[in-house]
């Protein structure tokens, strides 16, 4: 368990640091008009990593 949740996080936070990563990597044109989507994209991985954090503790707390 300890190794799926674990697998779980680092896959996350390896989406959210290449996405910046690749974001960065464009024209300066290019870069200023994405700045909204990865301001977008950057705000959903945060709210799907807390919602995930909050499934996983109900899941422990009443199923496990």
Known sequence: MKLGIFLVILIVVASFVFTLLL??????GYRNATVKNTTNLSVI??????LSFVA???YIKWFA
Request: no cysteine; charged share 20%; aromatic share 6%.
């Open 23 to 28: 974001a960065g990597k464009s024209d300066e």
């Open 45 to 50: 991985y945060i709210v799907v990593i807390v």
């Open 56 to 58: 996983v503790g109900v």
